[in-house]
């Protein structure tokens, strides 16, 4: 089944959980489709987890167009949305829509998302009246970690949390389809998810949230340089995948492989 924007609106009509987790690549967007996740996030954690960077920040459109791509080469069925890089929607609307039209242009994606709430209100109402659907990003944005002085919980305190719904408030009136709240405590997503028309997915932001995310390296034990307080491993392939590496080094070492197991032709 083919999904898009419209099925998460049905999902928070009728109460129903959803997930979406990031893929970066032709095959692992084949497994996570396979896993029956319905929206794929082709995030610019892809900076960190793939190409290796300390941050977002590196990330070009460049990168988000190739990526993209080849997730949507791997994933037709899934509701493909592309992150906007840092730089690439805050410099002007017309950059913005540009930006956002090549990730549907040229990387296929459906969707695209951005970091930012109030101030970005203007930018995602321009984005909407050019069609093209936008997922907003609030609560902790990796993107400004250095004002934010590290990734840190957002709205802990009571003004945070006005400040979080007003965020939501105004990027729903902009128009975005779904809302990302990352790092921010349960209660302040709850309030956020109950005010809101539009689905809350979050990360890190407790059990009362729409949908949930993810990056799948974190969830898979891939990745480990860090892991968020907030991250579930669901297994250590990371550990597989080196077990599995060093047997073969062991066999080849020993002359047991390709003699025996490999076909030799
Ligand atoms: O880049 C990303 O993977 C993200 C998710 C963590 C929400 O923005």
């Not at 040229?106 to 209100?121: F, I, N, P, S």
């Not at 400040?163 to 302040?188: H, N, S, Y």
Request: with cysteine; proline share 4%.
């Amino acid at each position: 089944m083919a999904f898009t924007t419209r099925h998460l609106a049905e999902w928070k009509a009728k109460g129903e959980r959803f997930t979406m987790l990031t893929a970066y690549d032709y095959s692992w967007a084949r497994l996570v489709s396979a896993a029956g996740v319905p929206v794929i996030l082709v995030g610019d954690s892809l900076g960190q987890v793939v190409l290796g960077y300390k941050n977002t920040l590196p990330v070009t459109m460049a990168d988000m167009v190739h990526h993209t791509a080849a997730v949507v080469r791997g994933a037709p069925e899934s509701l493909v949305v592309a992150d906007m890089p840092f730089l690439s929607y805050q410099v002007s609307t017309t950059d913005a829509i540009r930006n956002a039209g090549r990730l549907i242009q040229e990387g296929g994606a459906q969707a695209v998302k951005l970091e930012g709430g109030e101030d970005m209100a203007e930018v995602v109402a321009a984005l909407v009246r050019a069609d093209i659907a936008v997922m907003g990003h609030i609560g902790l944005t990796p993107q400004a970690v250095h004002q934010l002085g590290g990734y840190r919980t957002q709205a802990v305190d009571e003004a945070g949390q006005q400040r979080l719904l007003a965020d939501a408030r105004a990027l729903e009136q902009a128009g975005v389809f779904a809302l990302v709240l990352e790092k921010v405590p349960a209660a302040a997503a709850a309030a956020v998810t109950q005010a809101l028309a539009i689905p809350t997915i979050g990360c890190g932001a407790g059990p009362a949230c729409d949908g949930q995310v993810l990056v799948t390296y974190d969830l898979l034990g891939v990745f480990s340089d860090y892991k968020p307080s907030f991250v579930k491993r669901y297994a250590e392939l990371g550990k597989t995948a080196v077990e599995a590496m060093s047997a073969f080094c062991e066999e080849v070492r020993n002359g047991i492989f390709p003699t025996d197991g490999g076909k030799t032709p």
